[in-house]
């Protein structure tokens, strides 16, 4: 189980992003994807377990040094700064004991060999196009497992710049390969984010307007399901509570100031004390002071 005490990071693919917005949203302890957005299971691995940078992997390119191991939102002009920057990313992934991995492609991109998790834009002839295997994905696995929970899933979004042939074939091997990854290593979980958008909610309304990625209301009918799996009745109940206090917070009066308004904001006020004994919800009643004076 998952509660608010969990301290937990999501790793991988954009759906990370997802389901760690939404675990964040309703104020668990998440780090969401701190080490930017990646796509093949073995660069995620790699990144996950890495202490240091490796040197190889830093290139200049237009005036900014970026790291072929790391998504493009890290960049700098000054080698050292990105350097220390990754490095704090790195140990910041180390401090949480619960790991949310979503895999997004068995497609990768080789440089000088070594498979990279982000291209930076580079010409494509610098890079050689493989596709992963199922060995090596539960191998790569293997040298990063730890034994923090772990809870693998499957990125429903599509790759289509590999063709819609290319990309089934690409879930199909990190589908097979999750599986053997729970055989191989007892206590390793799976969420069915892939089968609940494909075979649970299958229809394009349920799709943004690109018809790749899930719409807000897929993502909210997947962390419903995720909550039930993961969360006991009392942390569901702290949801709604939650839920309940943030839509007021949220709210815009249409005559802030008024005498009602504020007998409206200390109601709310009320209910957020009732809640900082079990969310971190300091800021929020510090805001709310701020605006009942």
């Given at each position: 189980m998952i509660d608010h005490r969990s301290r937990i990071v999501t790793a991988g693919s954009c759906f990370a992003d997802n389901i760690g917005q939404k675990l964040s949203e309703s104020k668990f302890n998440a780090l969401v994807n701190p080490l930017g957005t990646v796509y093949n299971p073995v660069s995620i691995h790699k990144n996950l377990m890495l202490n240091e940078p490796e040197e190889k992997s830093f290139i200049e390119s237009q005036g900014l040094w970026k790291n072929f191991d790391f998504h493009s939102k890290f960049a700098d002009g000054d080698k050292e700064v990105l350097r220390e920057s990754l490095r704090k990313g790195l140990a910041n992934v180390r401090e949480f004991d619960v790991m949310m991995i979503t895999y997004g492609t068995a497609w990768v991109y080789k440089y000088q060999n070594d498979i990279v998790a982000n291209c930076h834009k580079r010409p494509a002839k610098e890079f050689e196009k493989e596709l992963l295997s199922v060995e090596q994905i539960v191998g790569s696995f293997g040298k990063f497992h730890t034994n923090?929970?772990?809870?693998?899933?499957?990125?429903?979004?599509?790759?289509?710049?590999?063709?819609?042939?290319?990309?089934?074939?690409?879930?199909?091997?990190?589908?097979?390969?999750?599986?053997?990854?729970?055989?191989?290593?007892p206590g390793v979980e799976y969420f069915p984010a892939y089968e609940i958008m494909m075979d649970d909610l299958r229809d394009y309304r349920f799709y943004e307007k690109d018809m790749l990625h899930p719409s807000q209301v897929a993502i909210d009918y997947i962390w419903e399901k995720f909550g039930e799996r993961y969360f006991s009745e009392e942390t569901r109940e702290l949801n709604k509570r939650w839920e309940k206090v943030s839509r007021s917070l949220a709210h815009r009066a249409f005559q802030p100031g008024t005498g009602k308004h504020k007998e409206f904001l200390k109601g709310v006020l009320k209910e957020l004390e009732g809640l900082k004994g079990e969310l971190d919800v300091s800021e929020e009643i510090r805001d709310l002071e701020a605006r009942i004076i």
């Open positions: 923090k929970k772990i809870i693998l899933t499957l990125s429903p979004v599509r790759h289509i710049k590999d063709t819609l042939e290319l990309n089934s074939v690409s879930k199909s091997i990190l589908r097979t390969a999750i599986y053997e990854i729970q055989k191989s290593f």
